[in-house]
């Protein structure tokens, strides 16, 4: 596998987890070391923002899910990476380098708040309300590579990552 070249800024949690990322790219790399970190941190965040991208490249559990929403609500147009793995909840320091190199590929950047579907749209398309959708809802949150979700959280996502409603009509057509 070719290592990656990003001109982005990637925060993770951890020493290990840093280690682990730069096995797979060159990039810079900072280290949160958990959830207690400093304003003078997001200061720094928020000044190399004003020239790089930043990539939240934490765990999926609840500290790496408080550090990305601290950092989102500071900065703005952050890009999300995230471990995929269907079976289990994998943490950036324990996944493979081909699922770190899958994450840094496809990172999702939300956007400003555009709403585009409703509640009955989701149940038109078969992804609330039916005997499937929670399936369905399952491989729509693995294509757009967000955390699966039930209904009303996954309503707020698709608005929030300004899908056209052709695409994801055309999505879960085919899924």
Excluded: W
Aim: charged letters at 20%.
């Amino acid at each position: 596998m070719n290592k990656l070249t990003l001109d982005d800024v990637i925060v993770v949690e951890g020493k290990h987890d840093a280690d682990k990322v730069k096995q797979v790219v060159d990039a810079m790399v900072l280290i949160t070391s958990g959830t207690h970190f400093s304003s003078l941190f997001l200061d720094q965040l928020e000044s190399l923002s004003q020239h790089k991208s930043i990539i939240v490249f934490t765990d999926n559990d609840t500290p790496g899910k408080m550090i990305r929403s601290a950092i989102s609500k500071r900065i703005l147009n952050v890009k999300h990476a995230r471990i995929h793995d269907k079976q289990k909840i994998v943490g950036v320091e324990h996944a493979t380098l081909e699922q770190i190199h899958d994450a840094l590929s496809h990172c999702v950047t939300y956007k400003e708040y555009q709403p585009v579907f409703s509640m009955n749209d989701l149940y038109e398309l078969g992804l609330n309300g039916q005997k499937n959708s929670a399936t369905l809802r399952e491989a729509v949150c693995h294509h757009y590579r967000i955390p699966t979700m039930n209904a009303k959280a996954l309503l707020n996502a698709l608005n929030h990552l300004n899908i056209p409603y052709e695409e994801l009509h055309q999505l879960c057509q085919n899924l």
